[in-house]
């Protein structure tokens, strides 16, 4: 992903191509580790209003995640 604008997600593919698509909602799924300070705010601005679950949001256990995550999915 290179960037999220109002209606619209760009990214790179693997080929290294640009290309983009539609979207009225992104969810990104970015892995295991706490994000890094910063980064949720980063996105702010870019399109749109910007829910951080998980460690995205306060370190805790996979329950507590998949429960922000889910009430998260429910403002949607």
Same mark, same amino acid.
């Given at each position: 992903m290179t960037s999220i604008e109002p209606g619209m997600v760009r990214f790179e593919r693997q080929d290294g191509t640009a290309d983009e698509v539609a979207a009225?909602?992104?969810?990104?799924? +970015? =892995?295991?580790?706490p994000t890094a300070p910063g980064f +949720?705010? /980063?996105?702010? /601005? =870019?399109a749109g209003e910007v829910?951080?679950? !998980?460690?995205a949001?306060?370190? /805790?256990?996979?329950?507590?995640?998949?429960?922000? =995550?889910?009430?998260? !999915?429910?403002?949607?």
């Open positions: 009225d909602t992104v969810v990104l799924a +970015i =892995g295991w580790r +949720i705010e /980063g996105l702010n /601005g =870019g829910v951080a679950v !998980g460690d949001d306060t370190i /805790g256990d996979f329950v507590s995640a998949i429960n922000a =995550g889910a009430d998260a !999915g429910l403002t949607i």
